[in-house]
C-alpha cells in the first residue's frame, strides 16, 4: 500500500514536470521561432526594398538565407503562389498559415502579423513597400516582448 | 509555322486571368495565330486585335464584330492580370510601370491604363488600373532581306537610313530584321557584320527580360534598354564604339541632336519615324532640317495597302527620287 502510494505521488510529480517542461518549452520556441521570423522578414526587406528582386525568387532567397527552421514557410508560400494560378498572394500566405500554430507554436496573433505579410507585399512601389516593412518589424518587435514575458512567466 | 504562333499566344496566356484565357484558348486556330493586341478594359467585352481589325471574344470563345456579347473583363481579372504581368511584385517594375508599360518574356509588352499621380512634375506612378492592352510580339525573321540591297555600302558600310511608317505598319519589326541582317552580315553582298549599338528606348526592338533580349539580334549587338536617344548616343559613343547606331520613332529636338552627334563621331544610323511621306515628316520641324541637311540617304516607306509592312517606295536622300525596283 504504500509502495503504491510512492508510485502514484512519484507518477504525478513526473507528469506533472512533463507538462510544465512542455508548455515552458512551447513558450521559449515560440519566443525562438519569432526571432527567426523576424529574420527572415528583414532578408525579405533587403531582397525587396535594395535589390527589387521579384517575389517568387526573392521569397526563394528568403528561404535559403534564412533559419531553415521558420524560413520554409517562405518557399510554400512560393511554391502555392506559383501553382495556383487563380489565386491572389494573401491566399498562399492563408494556406500557409495555419499551419504556424500546430508547427512553430505561433499565436493567432503571430499568424495574424505573418498574413498581414500577403495583403502588402508586392503591390506597391519600393517606398510603400519599406514603409510597410517598418511598420511590420515594429509589430512584432511588441510579440517578441510579449513572447519573452509569456516565457519568463511559464 | 502556325503551329509556333499559337505557341507563342498561348505563352502570353499564362500572364492572364484564368477566367480570361480559358475564354481566349476557345477561340479559332487562325485567330490563334494571328492575334497582334489583345485588350482587358474594366467592365467592357474582351476585345482582340487581328489581321487588321479588332473583334470581341464571347464567353464560349468565338470571334464576334458584336460588342454586346463579348465575354465582359471585371476589376477581379484586370487585378489578376495584373499581379501575374507583373509577378506579383509591382516594386520590381517601378519604371516601366512610369513609362505606362512592362516588357514580358518573349518581348511582349503590356501598355497600363489608369490614374496617373504626379510627383515634382513627373508621372510617380499609376494606380486604379482599368486596363490592359497585351501586345504579342512575333519575330519576323526575313522580312527585310529585301530591302538590304537598297541599304548596303559596298565597302562594307551602309547608307544612313530612316524607315518611315504609320502606325501598326512594321517599322519596328522591319527595323529588328535590319539590325539582325546588319550584325549578321550577309554573304550575299560580301557584307561582313558589324557592331550594331542599339538605343531602345521602348524595350521593342530587343525585349529586354532580365537582361536577356528575347528577339534575335545577331551577334554584334549592344543594347542600352529603356534608355533615351540623347543619353544612348553619348554612352554607345563614348563607351562601345559601334559601326551602326539603330533606335526606334524619332521625332524630338533631343534626337535630332543625337542623330548629329552619331554623325560627327563617323558612325552610322539607322532609324525608324511616325509619318506617311517625306512630305509629311517636312511638316515637322525638327525632322525637316535632317531632310534639307541629307542626313538621311535611304528612306523607307512602309504602308499596309498589301498588309503589315508593305514597302510603297525607297528614295534616295540626295535626289528625293525612287530608287525601288
Known sequence: MGFLKILSSLLIVFSSSLIGYYYGNKYSLRLENLLYLEQCIKILETEIVYGAIPLPEALTNVYLKGNKKVSYIFEEVKSNLLNNKDEDLYGSFYRVGSKLIEELNFTKEDVELFLSLGRLLGSSDRSDQEKNFKLLLNQIEILKDEALVEKNKN | ?325
Not at chain 2, 536577356?212 to 549587338?221: E, K, M, S, T, Y
Not at chain 2, 543594347?223 to 559601334?242: E, H, I, Q, W, Y
Not at chain 2, 554623325?263 to 525637316?288: C, N, Q, W, Y
Open chain 2, 1 to 325: 509555322m502556325q503551329y509556333r504562333e499559337i505557341g507563342i499566344y498561348e505563352n502570353v496566356l499564362e500572364y492572364i486571368s484564368l477566367e480570361i484565357s480559358q475564354v481566349l484558348k476557345k477561340i479559332p486556330p487562325e485567330f490563334k495565330a494571328n492575334v497582334e493586341e489583345i485588350r482587358l478594359r474594366n467592365g467592357l467585352p474582351l476585345n482582340i486585335y487581328c489581321m487588321n481589325s479588332d473583334y470581341f471574344v464571347t464567353e464560349d470563345g468565338l470571334i464576334t464584330k458584336n460588342k454586346d456579347i463579348g465575354k465582359l473583363v471585371t476589376k477581379q481579372d484586370i487585378i489578376k492580370t495584373f499581379q501575374l504581368i507583373s509577378n506579383y511584385s509591382v516594386y520590381a517594375f517601378e519604371e516601366e510601370i512610369k513609362n505606362g508599360f512592362i516588357t514580358l518574356k518573349g518581348g511582349h509588352r503590356v501598355g497600363i491604363g489608369g490614374k496617373v499621380l504626379y510627383k515634382n512634375n513627373e508621372v510617380e506612378k499609376i494606380k486604379n488600373i482599368s486596363s490592359l492592352n497585351i501586345r504579342i510580339a512575333r519575330e519576323k525573321i526575313g522580312v527585310s532581306n529585301k530591302l538590304m540591297q537598297y541599304i548596303v555600302e559596298p565597302s562594307n558600310t551602309i547608307y544612313n537610313t530612316l524607315i518611315v511608317s504609320p502606325p501598326k505598319c512594321g517599322k519596328t519589326t522591319i527595323l529588328r530584321d535590319m539590325i539582325r541582317n546588319l550584325s549578321n552580315g550577309l554573304e550575299k553582298f560580301n557584307f561582313k557584320g558589324l557592331k550594331v549599338g542599339v538605343i531602345d528606348e521602348r524595350s521593342e526592338l530587343a525585349g529586354m527580360y532580365n537582361g536577356i533580349a528575347q528577339h534575335d539580334l545577331g551577334p554584334r549587338v549592344d543594347v542600352l534598354d529603356g534608355c533615351n536617344k540623347k543619353d544612348g548616343t553619348m554612352m554607345l559613343l563614348r563607351a562601345m564604339s559601334p559601326d551602326i547606331i539603330a533606335m526606334d520613332e524619332i521625332g524630338s529636338r533631343d534626337d535630332v541632336e543625337a542623330i548629329h552627334e552619331i554623325l560627327k563621331a563617323g558612325v552610322k544610323i539607322i532609324a525608324t519615324v511616325h509619318g506617311s511621306s517625306i512630305e509629311d515628316l517636312r511638316s515637322r520641324k525638327s525632322l525637316d532640317m535632317l531632310i534639307r541637311d541629307k542626313i538621311f540617304k535611304r528612306y523607307i516607306i512602309l504602308d499596309n495597302s498589301k498588309g503589315i509592312g508593305t514597302v510603297k517606295d525607297v528614295i534616295d536622300g540626295n535626289s528625293f527620287t525612287s530608287i525601288k525596283y
